[in-house]
Structure formats: structure tokens, C-alpha cells
């Protein structure tokens, strides 16, 4: 999505959590429902190219170009 460069990751999980509020509510038709669901999924997209974005940073930053080691609540690569 075109506007989707103009936000930042914040924004775009902002955007998400709504899309998946209103999936859940169950209230809307099947073709708002997938058109939902597809907004969805280009702002995971989206946030996931930004969190590799920031991970290659990280990792040029540090002296010998490990992948730095992360234990916080939100490490899924564990």
C-alpha cells in the first residue's frame, strides 16, 4: 500500500490492532471482512520489513557483525 510509506511502525500497528478488533467483532460482510484482512496483512508486512530494517542496523553496529543478543518480552526467535 502506497500510504503505508508514509507511516511509521507505531502507526501501522495502531492500524492493525484495529483491523483485528473489527475482524473479531464478526460485524461486517464477508467482502469488508477480506478486504480487512488483506489491509491486515500488508501492514504486517509492512512492520515486518521495518523490524528486519532495524535488525540489520543493530547488527552493523556491532564490532564483529553478531546478531546481538536479545532476552526481552517480545523476542519471537525463540
Known sequence: MSE???????EAL???????????DGEHSLEESLANYEQG??????NMKLLDQAELRVQEL???GEE???????????
Open 41 to 46: 496483512m500488508n501492514l504486517v508486512n509492512f
Open 4 to 10: 503505508e510509506k508514509e507511516l511509521t511502525f507505531e
Open 14 to 24: 495502531a492500524q492493525l490492532q484495529k483491523i483485528i478488533a473489527d475482524l473479531e
Open 62 to 64: 556491532l564490532p564483529s
Open 68 to 78: 546481538a543478543p536479545f532476552a526481552g518480552p517480545m523476542d519471537s526467535r525463540s
